[in-house]
């Protein structure tokens, strides 16, 4: 029994043991690892590398990748493409496949590097194709071809064929749809017979069962209308019939049928609905016609017909006007908006009494019989439009409304009072267009109390685009009353409290509301400027920015009003003075002459100054010096008296401070040798010269062909100066220096001809000199010494009187505030920004650059949204906020914050490199700033 025991808890301590049996094999991890790509000139050779074995994946992700970068290929590799791209679809199956390559083929033939297009056309007309998705491919192909290209007659005989062969032949309605595509681009006025016989199609197709055959004939008809074979006016009927399809593509594209009749033929006469004796105006009947579709039950046909009313010209007056009539509106009674009701009620001076029963109830009843049905079509058309629920719609409404209120001082008059109702809508974007429809017709209409006090409520926004918007509408438009003007100069001084940003848009405006009411300011002088006709008031603060504002409106003013200045006391009339030299832009002088700009005369002496230049390489270098010297006070003295001048002299002045810099580190002995006296300011001054190069790189634009060859030589012999420089007098390597010269000096050898490369004698020595294929820095720099102090820099012969420099001016911050601007260390602290660029070429340059006191530039990229184009279209508004973080400050100390260019293409650069690569377009606007200490604890 002991035995038996032991055996059992032998065999029960097996049973429950856990034995873990280990994996021998290690599981490795895989790793994918791909060779990033430096430009898109590997995209072609992976699809030239393709062959009859590749996967159908494969050579679908080859094709989306050659195809996203088909414009920038050249036209050898296009032919080697399409090549291989015929090989492949002799041989491929997979119509998914098929329907790429047929694109690509497309895509190619359709670029205009590509020759002999017509013969690769015709060669691949005889391919037949199972497939209905690669048919279509095909005709999609050929469609893209033959809008791009002027096919021959013979081959749009051939592509007529196949495709009216197709719409025969295949019954899918993709095929029909494409087919009829193509053969709307084949129809020109020179080809009758199958102009005539591709509009019988169409008609033929545009009473099919499929909607998207209907679409497709419907836009065919469009597209020949467009490519010159005008339309009978006899499908007018048929046009109007397809308003009423129930597919909304179909109702679209009858719509721009209609609108492009009624641009060709608006004085045919077409019969009225249900009564033949009477006719209307064909533009007056489409009019009708697209008013009607504003409702539309959808958003597509609605939006399009509000987009068309705004397009369509010579229509009547009465058809304008009744689409801003309501009353066939709430059962035929006439009903008045609470702008109507309100005017009424200040023009009568009258109000409801209450004593009789329902005497401000509406009483205007219109009899049915009374109203003719033409109008049906377009009355309230801008009404339903205006308060449609989408956005797209509403939009397009207020844009076409002022596009036909913009020469019509009449409709004008009637669209005030909605345009004004849209300053309430919930939407920013219909805000905005409100606020500009309105400041486009303002010279037609007068704003009354009732409409200013809705306008002024939206002075409240947040958004600063909108306010500003609604100021520059306050400048264009005429009040109507005193008392109006009194309630706009209440609500923008206290405005001017809420958003203190504000400032400059606002006593822009009040120039422009004191230069345009000037009779309706005098009754307020006294009121505003608190005059009184016996006692001498306390002098008003000239900083005070209400009473800036004030001023500003009556010194304008009284440029127009002979009476208003004999109101001013006397210190009025010495802040008067004061204004004059502190914002010329703001107050008008009235004894100064306007100065006559003489730009000839100038530009003589910009010219002079440069031939000046030119004789000077002949002298000795200290006498050379010399008149560069003064040509450079001269060209800063020219660019401050004449703005017009202020870029080609800047342009001249900085080329000029490379040729004096350069002349003089040449000219120095201790250049190409090691000395610890001179060594740090030659490298300061090299360092000064790379800045320059790359200022005249990027700051000006226009600067014409042979300065752009001036300033690249100017760069390459920078370059030398700073490999010999390295090599002679320093102990650093210079290989990145030579390989970058080298590269340089083969770039300018291939874009310049031999005959150009001649006449520079610096390029022929160079060419000259350096014939060891790897030669070494040494050697390099011993040839270059004597190159660079025998030819210095040609002088500038001219200079383009529209060249531009970029520049920039910060608005915001303003710098100079005495209390710092805090925040928690660590944290990020936003500094509001308000800028103007002008005449910058790529705005994906653009940083802002923070520089802080331990002498490190913070670059930031501005949102692209942020950068509003200005309304005058030269240059850009940046409102942004620039971002700082930074570690514990033990006291307050200023930032420097700029505009600045990044030109170093590589991100991933340090930071000392990077701050070589920037260039300043603006003075920086110190703002002081102190990170706070983490409080620890309660």
């Keep these: 029994t002991k035995m038996a025991a032991k055996l059992k808890k032998r065999a029960l301590a097996e049973y429950q043991s856990q034995v873990q049996v280990e994996d021998k094999t290690e599981k490795t991890k895989r790793l994918k690892l791909v060779i990033r790509k430096e430009s898109s000139d590997q995209e072609p050779e992976s699809i030239l590398s393709l062959d009859s074995e590749s996967s159908g994946r494969d050579v679908i992700r080859n094709i989306v990748g050659f195809s996203c970068n088909i414009n920038n290929l050249s036209a050898e590799t296009l032919a080697s493409a399409l090549k291989k791209i015929i ?81 025969h032949s295949t019954p899918h309605p993709l095929v029909h749809s494409k087919s009829l595509g193509l053969l709307a681009c084949l129809v020109s006025p020179d080809l009758a017979a199958m102009s005539s016989q591709v509009l019988e199609l169409c008609g033929s197709y545009s009473m099919s069962q499929d909607a998207r055959v209907r679409t497709a004939a419907f836009h065919g008809l469009l597209t020949i209308h467009k490519r ?44 009225v609905e249900g009564d033949v004796s009477e006719s209307n105006r064909l533009v007056d009947d489409v009019f009708s016609r697209t008013c009607q579709a504003i409702n539309d039950v959808r958003e597509q046909v609605r939006g399009l017909a509000a987009k068309l009313i705004g397009n369509m010209k010579s229509v009547s007056q009465v058809f304008l006007e009744q689409t801003l009539d309501k ?44 109203v003719n049905l033409v109008a ?135 120039k422009h509301l004191g230069s345009n009411h000037p009779d309706l300011t005098l009754p307020l002088v006294t009121t505003l400027l608190e005059i009184h006709p016996y006692f001498d008031k306390q002098e008003n603060d000239i900083e005070d920015p209400a009473y ?51 730009t000839s005369q100038t530009s003589e002496f910009l010219n002079s100054v440069l031939t000046r230049v030119s004789l000077a390489a002949k002298m000795s270098s200290s006498r050379s010096l010399s008149v560069l010297h003064t040509s450079i006070t001269e060209l800063t003295r020219l660019a401050n008296i004449e703005p017009s001048l202020g870029d080609p002299s800047s342009f001249a002045r900085t080329y000029i401070e490379g040729q004096a810099l350069y002349l003089r580190i040449v000219s120095d002995p201790s250049w190409a040798q090691a000395s610890l006296q001179h060594g740090p300011v030659i490298r300061s001054n090299i360092s000064t010269l790379q800045g320059i190069v790359l200022k005249l790189h990027s700051m000006f634009s226009n600067i014409g062909t042979e300065n752009q060859f001036l300033i690249r030589m100017l760069k390459l012999k920078v370059m030398a100066v700073n490999l010999v420089y390295v090599v002679c007098g320093s102990n650093k390597s210079a290989l990145s220096l030579t390989e970058a010269f080298m590269k340089e000096f083969e770039v300018i050898s291939k874009e310049i001809s031999e005959a150009d490369i001649a006449k520079e004698p610096f390029l022929v020595g160079v060419l000259m000199s350096l014939t060891i294929p790897e030669a070494k820095p040494g050697y390099i720099a011993r040839k270059l010494k004597p190159l660079l102090i025998s030819n210095p820099l040609v002088g500038l012969e001219s200079v383009p009187l ?84 930074h570690q514990v400050w033990s006291e307050p100390l200023d930032v420097e914050v700029s505009l600045v260019l990044d030109l170093s293409g590589d991100r991933r650069q340090e930071k000392k490199t990077k701050q070589d690569n920037i260039v300043h377009i603006c003075k920086p606007v110190k703002v002081s700033v102190l990170p706070k200490p983490v409080r620890r604890g309660l």
């Design 87 to 167: 090989e492949l679809l002799e041989k491929e199956k997979d119509p998914c496949v098929r329907v790429k390559l047929v694109l690509a083929w497309g895509d190619i033939l359709a670029q205009d590097k590509v020759e002999d297009v017509s013969t690769k056309v015709d060669e691949m007309l005889a391919v037949t194709e199972d497939s209905t998705k690669v048919t279509g491919a095909w005709l999609v192909s050929l469609k893209k071809i033959a809008m791009k290209h002027s096919l021959n007659k013979n081959l749009k005989q051939k592509l007529f064929t196949v495709g009216s062969a197709l719409l």
């Design 228 to 271: 010159g074979v005008k339309l009978d006016v006899s499908m007018y009927p048929v046009f109007c019939t397809a308003l009423t399809d129930d597919y909304e593509g179909v109702r679209c594209e009858a719509l721009k049928l209609l609108s492009a009749l009624a641009e060709t033929e608006p004085e045919f006469q077409v019969e």
């Design 327 to 370: 009353k066939l509106m709430s059962n035929m009674r006439l009903k008045k908006s609470a702008h109507e009701r309100m005017n009424n009620l200040i023009s009568s001076g009258d109000w409801s009494s209450g004593k009789k029963w329902a005497d401000d109830a509406p009483k205007e009843h219109l009899d049915a019989e009374q």
């Design 376 to 510: 049906l079509g377009s009355c309230g058309a801008f009404v339903h439009g205006l308060e449609d629920e989408c956005l797209s719609v509403r939009v397009a409404s207020v844009d076409s409304l002022t596009k036909l209120a913009i020469g019509n001082q009449d409709l004008a008059f009637i669209a005030l009072d909605f345009l004004v109702d849209m300053f309430n809508d919930e939407i920013e974007q219909v805000r905005l267009k409100a606020i500009e429809s309105l400041t486009a017709i303002a010279r037609h209409i007068k704003l009354h109390a009732h409409q200013l006090e809705i306008i002024l409520g939206a002075l409240d926004d947040f958004s600063t685009l909108l306010r500003e918007k609604l100021h520059s509408m306050l400048q264009a438009c005429t009040i109507a009353t005193k008392d109006g003007l009194k309630n706009v100069i209440q609500k923008l001084l206290a405005n001017l409290k809420r958003y203190p940003q504000d400032r400059r848009s606002i006593l822009v405006t009040f």
């Design 548 to 598: 800036l504002c004030t001023l500003i409106l009556v010194l304008n003013a009284a440029q127009h009003c002979p009476t208003l200045p004999m109101l001013l006391d006397s210190h009025t009339r010495r802040h008067h003075s004061y204004l004059q030299d502190t914002f010329p832009h703001l107050i008008p002088s009235s004894t100064s002459v306007a100065k006559q700009v003489i």
């Design 802 to 885: 529209d060249l531009a420099m970029a520049r920039a001016t910060i608005h915001e911050p303003t710098g100079g505030q005495e209390t710092p601007l805090k925040y928690m260390a660590g944290l990020v602290l936003g500094i509001p920004m308000d800028c103007e660029v002008h005449n910058i070429t790529n705005t994906d340059l653009l940083r802002i650059c923070i520089f802080t006191g331990d002498q490190q530039n913070h670059l930031s990229i501005p949102r692209r949204g942020d950068l509003v184009p200005l309304p005058s279209g030269s240059g850009y508004r940046l409102l942004t906020t620039a971002l700082l973080s």
